[in-house]
């Protein structure tokens, strides 16, 4: 407990910048999965090409990533940077498919109501084909947060600092006051970007609270 | 960058002795086969009970969320708590084949799990009504129907075994993960480069293979190659009754 | 033979599927079980393979209880007909048909040769067997769903609305083909449907449950046209039942009329004349046509095929109608090899079927 109250600034820093490490990843590759989740949702041939590469960059290993990510980008060998757009391709390569399918997954009958009443292909996707496929998304984009957070903890290894300091610090030092407080750090950090997604699906799917709760 | 890399690839002292590629790699895959069939063992025959059963579905999800703990912390904090009450070998294996069986329980767990649970209700309803016992309904039809799921989650969980057994070499074990560990020590960059294209390449080469396994294992019925609506044949009308 | 003794289901949410059912489904006969959405006919025949087990009463068959019999080895021995055919979608068509033989213990060769077999019964092309489930249309799915059943050659098949997911013309001709089957097998069947069109056209006697579960009526199918206990089974069995039961009445002799007729080629003699049948070669009727109407010798395209025929000594129904659809208002009879023997008025067929009426009434029988 003393070592807790001692490092509490520390802790905040690293846990401030782990979030960053995980969450910026979330939110720049949300914004690029849509239109092209979008496009491959309306058009077979994008679909298979963009699913398939996808997955084939999911295979890279993270911290391979992270240690190639200078020789993609050009940035230097200790750049966060690396770390951020790494896990941004991950983020990417993961929504891409959830997009793509939860776009689909709107009925058919209320895709060719929304046609019959004269929507734009864009009005359609704002106004129809979002809005649905939001729960879809949103579950995506949980499994997403929950493996960004738990992987952004390797690049300690690679000199990022976050949270992983705190577990290579223990490990190091057969110290374990650190190690915990690294790993409950990153339980904690999870659920919280869990709960905030699952709030947001909320947010935007009002139709679906209904009955339940 | 990338000349120095191809050149600690393709240099002879990198591909012999006891740190070269070859063993490396078979470490690595030795590592990453171990932990899948001891994840497989544990977590297929659950899943497929629990979805046969309906029983323990809880089970799912808390392997599911199991998946937010960092499996660096884990192997750390395995490796302190066991170390001391292993010998040789063993200290640094079990810690790592623990945290790593652990990363890859859940994939495997909620692909057994849905796709025994995914089985169209009316074919296990079918198959009881033709006289199969529940043996022989999970052997004949359940399993053979939940193989892409299962075999999807078997995919995911190698993905990600592969990819995080180089942290092992953190704890002192051997794999490709070495390369990357101690190239980042050394600053030795060519061959942190260098590990990481081979686990890379590993990488994709176990997905590839999956894939061709799950191609040959997996009923075409039950894949978008056996799902084309072939083309109607329609009957011909008996012409006796309308005429003249 | 099916035997329910006082057979009741109570599911564990206190619905009542089945009260107090007691009903025997004859050898080698079709028993039809029909009536509305959620009567319990599925539940009832779920209890014969013991897929539900009943919470009172007995089922025997051939004499035997069902309680006794250790429910997997009683299936193998009943053809079970799914709704909407419940096929095994990773296994060919092929595959799915030899189930039941092959946990019978038959090898692959006699399991082969035998679905091969019953795949061309139930009228399917070979070419189909290595095909999917996926891969078939609705129709050709539920033929094989039947396949299946017949497989292993039980005396015994229970069908739940085997013919349910297909449009009318398809539904038909499945029909026509069990008819056809049935009448080479003679297996005991139990078969569930809410058509009544349906049970009437292929029930050799014809069960009316309402819903809780209940037993309405149960008679062969011109009996309940004819005598409709109350007013539940009237109202099922429908408005034109008095037209309906002709289709079980015989038509006695008919005083046929020679009719002229013309071969497609030729022109009419006589120009100005009222409408004239057309046959073929072999004198089956192909047409009408009214010789103003034509420019010359008569074409297929001038024919009127608006009018059925009825093959001689068919149902007063078949007589009737092939009269009443006439363009000419004389109906066409053809003998059982479709060639014309000659035509008939409606009228005509009016009075034999009052005389019909009036024989059965005085008789005091029942059809
Ligand atoms: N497992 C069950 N638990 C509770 N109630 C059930 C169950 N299965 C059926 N029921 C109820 O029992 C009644 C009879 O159902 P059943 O399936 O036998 O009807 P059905 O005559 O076959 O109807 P349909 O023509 O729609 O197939 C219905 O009211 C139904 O809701
Ligand atoms: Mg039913």
């Known amino acids: 407990m003393s070592w807790l109250g001692g490092h509490l600034g520390e802790i905040f820093q690293l846990a401030w910048q782990h979030a960053w490490l995980a969450g910026l990843p979330l939110l720049v590759g949300l914004a690029i999965a849509l239109p092209l989740g979008w496009f491959a949702s309306r058009n077979t041939r994008a679909y298979v090409a963009l699913v398939t590469s996808a997955g084939l960059l999911y295979t890279i290993p993270s911290l391979a990533l992270f240690v190639l990510m200078p020789l993609i980008i050009g940035t230097r060998i200790l750049d966060p940077v690396n770390v951020v757009v790494a896990m941004t391709i991950y983020t990417v390569a993961l929504l891409v498919r959830v997009v793509a399918d939860g776009l689909q997954s709107v009925p058919d009958d209320v895709r060719s109501a929304a046609r019959a009443m004269g929507f734009g292909v864009v009005r359609r996707l704002v106004m129809v084909d979002l809005p649905l496929g939001v729960p879809v998304i949103a579950s995506g984009l949980r499994v997403a947060a929950v493996s960004n957070v738990s992987i952004v903890s390797v690049a300690s290894l690679i000199g990022t600092h976050q949270l992983g300091d705190l577990l290579v610090d223990g490990f190091n030092r057969a110290f374990a006051p650190p190690l915990v407080t690294g790993i409950v750090g990153c339980l904690l950090l999870a659920l919280l970007f869990d709960g905030v997604i699952v709030w947001g699906a909320r947010v935007l799917t009002p139709w679906l609270r209904g009955g339940t709760a | 960058m990338i000349g120095a890399i191809w050149t600690w690839l393709t240099s002879t002292s990198s591909w012999s002795g006891d740190d070269g590629i070859p063993h490396r790699l078979l470490q690595h895959a030795g590592y990453s086969a171990l932990v899948l069939v001891v994840a497989a063992a544990i977590a297929v025959p659950l899943g497929v009970w629990i979805g046969h059963s309906g029983h323990g579905r809880s089970l799912v999800t808390v392997a599911n969320s199991l998946r937010a703990v960092p499996t660096l912390g884990l192997l750390f904090a395995l490796t302190l708590v066991l170390q001391p009450h292993l010998q040789g070998n063993t200290a640094f294996l079990l810690p790592c084949v623990i945290a790593l069986v652990l990363l890859a329980v859940p994939p495997i767990l909620s692909g057994a799990y849905a796709g025994v649970e995914a089985v169209d209700p009316a074919a296990r309803d079918a198959a009881k009504g033709v006289g199969m016992r529940p043996r022989e309904v999970l052997r004949h039809v359940e399993l053979p129907c939940a193989l892409p799921l299962l075999m999807s989650g078997l995919r995911s969980a190698a993905l990600q075994v592969i990819a995080t057994a180089t942290i092992a070499a953190y704890v002192g074990l051997g794999g490709l993960g070495r390369y990357l560990v101690d190239g980042i020590a050394t600053n030795d960059y060519p061959r942190t480069g260098g590990g990481a294209v081979l686990v890379a390449l590993f990488a994709l080469v176990a997905d590839i293979v999956g894939a061709l396994v799950q191609a040959r294992v997996v009923s075409p019925g039950l894949t978008g190659k056996g799902r084309r609506l072939a083309r109607v044949d329609h009957p011909t009308v008996p012409s006796g009754a309308t005429a003249s | ?367």
């Open chain 3, 1 to 367: 033979m099916i035997r329910f003794d006082g057979v009741t289901k109570t599911y564990a949410d206190g619905t009542t599927a089945v009260d107090d059912l007691s009903l025997t489904a004859p050898t080698g006969k079709i028993t039809v079980l029909v009536g509305p959405s959620g009567c319990g006919k599925t539940t009832t025949l779920r209890m014969v393979n013991r897929m539900i087990e009943p919470t009172a009463g007995t089922i025997l068959i051939d004499g035997q209880d069902t309680a006794a019999m250790e429910p997997a080895a009683m299936r193998r021995g009943m053809g079970y007909v799914i709704q909407h055919a419940g096929l095994f979608p990773h296994r060919t068509v092929l595959d799915n048909i030899g189930t039941v033989p092959r946990l019978l213990g038959w090898d692959r060769r006699r399991t082969r040769e035998r679905s091969l077999d019953v795949l061309e019964r139930v009228g399917l092309s070979p070419d189909l067997a290595g095909r999917y489930p996926a891969q078939l249309s609705g129709g050709q799915q539920q033929r094989v769903g039947v396949a299946r059943a017949l497989a292993a050659d039980p005396p015994v098949m229970l069908m739940d609305e085997p013919f349910s997911a297909v449009d009318p013309v398809v539904r038909e001709q499945l029909q026509d083909e069990f008819l056809r089957l049935q009448a080479e097998l003679g297996k005991t069947i139990l078969f569930v449907t809410h058509d009544i069109d349906e049970a009437i056209k292929l029930g050799d006697q014809v069960a009316v449950m309402r819903v809780g579960g209940h037993l309405a009526q149960m008679a062969p199918p011109a009996r309940l046209l004819a005598r409709p206990v109350d007013d539940f089974v009237a109202d099922f069995v429908g408005r034109d039942r008095g037209y309906r039961a002709l289709g079980f009445r015989p038509t006695p002799k008919l005083p046929l009329r020679a009719e002229p007729t013309l071969v497609v080629g030729e022109s009419p003699s006589d120009m100005s004349g009222q409408w004239c049948l057309v046959v073929d070669d072999r004198r089956r009727p192909l047409g009408w046509v009214r010789p103003g109407d034509l420019r010359g010798p008569v074409t297929v395209a001038d024919l009127n095929r608006g009018g059925t025929v009825a093959v001689q000594g068919g149902s007063l129904r078949a007589t009737l109608d092939a009269a009443l659809s006439s363009p000419s208002g004389r109906g066409v009879i053809v003998d059982p090899t479709g060639a014309l023997v000659g035509t008939v008025l409606a009228p005509e067929v009016v009075a034999l079927v009052e005389e019909d009426r009036v024989t059965q009434a005085e008789a005091g029988s029942s059809p």
